[in-house]
């Protein structure tokens, strides 16, 4: 009953091209973006700023620059953290080496890096399709991890290797505090995410789409293959390398390269299997899944601890963890293969006819 | 997006309005791994700390009147869950968290700045970031007994004792195998500068993460054919490099372990292919010394012991743990001294407790630990405290100690340090402590 566009009549090109043309969408997305800006830095706590959401936000930009490429694209890849660990050493060093450059300029050179790395290593894409390609991209992966432990240049010849981020000051405001840090993520990301949205509306994205489908039929309706592909590859690493260094300046802070090991890689092709190939959406449910659910298991024990007053073996508690995040992934996969973002789609499908399905 | 929002921020409201309980209590985080390739030795030490606090709440009644109370928190060695315990526990307890031991290199190198923030103490004993042992620059940061630099000096000179004198290092080779990790490469540059000032030749070799997989390096160093291999593993990596080493015909008494490479759980898994290996260590192994033996007696005769497994007390990983618990709960006492005693201390507090720790002999033999640690006195420009270190070998059955505590050589180590701290405070703009105004 509530969220029904009928009535809602579009009379200019313009209104008929926003990127939500549902009014409840745009209403409902204004509140969520107000509430995240405004209200979330003044209740929530440092816990929950420092240590959950900030983290959530920059993995859901990997995971959306993974899925431009993956899910968008067509195109597996395997070297997300290593596109991460670019934009991350990127930044430092444009930082470091470039005295009084704005911030947000060092992250856009960095994204820049990581997109040039990226462009590098899809070239193979151009011959070859499917697992075998991510095996290529799995060179990446280690190629980088490899050139940025052997070459101290990068981590301005730390003896162990390690980088520091430097303080965030812009326009003489310094990003210090989490709330602080916070702000700063989910203005990037809220910002990134909605050019994805729209991106993925444009002939570009629906080129990408084609791409994906049978890059044959596109190929012979004239989709330029090789212009296409390196793009969505450029496009994906740009958007992880941004959320690298937003993981090194705003989150952790001192960043080893090992923190961007093929493990990463993985748990990032995880969120989008689960949150939804192809899905903006899916991007954020899945990072949110990944990366709070595991801490919200190991809260939950404590809980259990302190409400039912039995002391379960730590090291139990842990291995438990593991297994019932496993055997949910499993679940969900079973039960929703195109994953949680599908779901969504669905209950809105169902609002539609709410309250008189026929 | 929404929902997950959303069901994040519910649980939010309940959390935030946790309010601390008001007692006599001092809350110890213990952030440690229970599962992953690095369980036994995060396991062990969690259990090993944890078990003194509870000799000292039963036998003691806590530090003067103060109950020891703590929390688990599982890191699984990573990075972003260490930051995530270290935020969940800082604030718990009446005055916040006492000090922090985030037990993974890494884990310390990102909490250094939040910890200096928060004020709350990073003490990481026997590991983590080897030029905060220069407390004018680094005041939050204790890298407690000995570092990895003092512990390099130690091993070579341990090496020159074998081969008959110093001098007899000239023209020898060395290889440096190494966890690919940030605490892997720490003692890189140390060691570049001894081969130069010994003459002898070293060989970096790295191992990748996790270190199960060592055919390629085993095959380098039998080209190379060094006379001495340190072995520099963490974790998996261990037996795995005694394993190969034995297929090669690499002598074991000829390999020197650091003490993350030294433990029961090190050996164990490589059978008859560990005898004879050698490692260093700063706590020493065995379940006869007295602090141990009061833990059997006050806590597991109770049944209230943290090891599932009795067989592990009194192991390398355990015994370590317990050491940590003497540190954490004689820094708070030593707080006590000057900021009231029967009082929970504040992180701020314990800084100082820390910054003034002096354990002497006359100390050690109060808590029945003569022989298991060596005497400890940290200051405002040495947070290190300690520094020697004592060697240990594998005989099949139990760990030997091989020497007495062997100090480390200070005058090449300190200057390293000086000049790599005052990089750091360079770049991060950081104006040194004048420790003479220090009270």
Redo the contacts between chains.
Sequence with gaps: MLYREAGQFKSTYAEDQQIFPIRQDRI?LAV?LAF?LLV?PA??????L????T??LIFSLAALGLNILTGYAGQLSLGTAAFMAVGAFMAYNFV?RVPGIPILLAFVLAGICAAAVGIVFGLPSLRIKGFYLAVATLACQFFVLWAL?RFGWFS?HS????I?A?QIVILGYAFDTPARKYLLTLGVVAVMALAAKNLMRSETGRAFMAVRDMDVAASVIGIPMMRTKLLAFAISSFYCGVAGALHAFC??????P??Y?LDLSFRILFMIIIGGVGSI?GA??GA??I??F???L?LAS?WVNEFFGVEI???V???L??IIFGGLIIFFLIVEPQGLARL?QITKEKLRLWPFPH | MKTALAVALAAAAGFSTQAPAQAKEQFVPVNSYWVGPYAPGGSGIAAGMIDYFKLLNARDRGINGVRITWEKCETEYRNDRGVECYERSKNKGPTGATLIHPLSTGITYSLIEKGTTDKIPIVSIGYGRTDASDGRVFPYVFPLMTNYWSQNTAKIKFIGMKEGGMDRLKGKKIVNLYHDSAYGKETIPILETQAKMYGFTVTHIAVPHPGNEQQAQWLQIRQVRPDWVILRGWGVMNPTALKAAAKIGFPRDHIIGVWWSGAEEDVIPAGEAAKGYIAAGFNAPGADHVVIREIQKHVYAKGQGELEDKSRLGTIYYNRGVLWGILTTEAVRKAQERFGKGKPMTGEQVRWGLENLNIDDKRLKELGAVGFMQPLKVSCMDHEGGGAVKFQQWDGGQWKVLTDWIASDQSIVRPMIEASAAQYAQEKGIARRDCSTEK
Excluded: R
């Excluded at chain 1, 209740?43 to 929950?48: E, T």
């Excluded at chain 1, 420092?50 to 959401?53: C, M, R, Y």
């Excluded at chain 1, 003896?159 to 390690?162: A, E, H, K, Y």
């Design positions: 409902a969520f995240a979330v209740i929530g706590n440092q816990y929950w420092g240590a959950l959401l983290p959530f470091l432990q301005n003896t162990s290797g390690v520091t430097q989150y952790l802070g001192t960043v080893e090992e923190a090991s959406l954020f449910l949110a899944f990366t709070l595991p801490i919200f190991n404590s073996s730590h090291a508690v842990s291995n963890e593991s969504w």
